[in-house]
């Protein structure tokens, strides 16, 4: 074994440790925190071709975190925790260019190790996508597409 297969070892050593620390953030995350479902979700302006919605966390100019209250005509009208106020937070309005969205540091590592990596093809993979395509739905479960117009049965009969 050469020392370049050794350091070859240690760097994919490296990456598989970082992985998996990333993906335990993620988890602990979800326990202790878990996300808004998009229907709790107050949505307002665009926000770096996106839509964002009443408490989204970003990234302020100054590198603090803030959450969005409301975006409108590329003004965010923004807060951020502020102890030592009577009211226990400062608003801010910033234009929109200045900010960008927040992204956990945990899931930003983590895409970066998936980065370039593709599942391996496989026959029997896509056999079992063909036959589980082809099944009817459970009873009980709602059909896949646009739900059918229900018939409206006539009184007289």
Not at 22 to 31: T, V, Y
Not at 41 to 63: C, F, N, S
Request: a positive charge; charged letters at 25%.
């Amino acid at each position: 074994m050469t020392p370049d297969d050794i350091r070859r070892l240690e760097a994919e050593a490296h990456d598989a440790f970082e992985a998996t620390e990333a993906g335990a953030a993620m988890a602990m995350r979800r326990w202790h925190d878990p996300p808004l479902p998009p229907a709790a979700r107050i949505w307002t302006g665009m926000l770096a071709g996106k839509r964002a919605w009443r408490g989204q966390p970003v990234v302020l100019p100054d590198k603090t975190i803030g959450y969005v209250f409301a975006i409108q005509r590329g003004w965010a009208a923004l807060w951020r925790p502020a102890p030592f106020k009577v009211a226990g937070r400062e608003e801010l309005l910033l234009p929109v260019e200045k900010i960008v969205p927040y992204r956990l540091p945990s899931a930003v590592r983590l895409g970066r190790c998936k980065a370039g990596h593709r599942e391996a093809p496989s026959s029997r993979k896509a056999e079992v996508c063909r036959k589980n395509g082809a099944m009817p739905v459970q009873p009980g479960h709602r059909p896949r597409g646009r739900p059918r117009k229900t018939q409206v049965q006539s009184a007289s009969s």
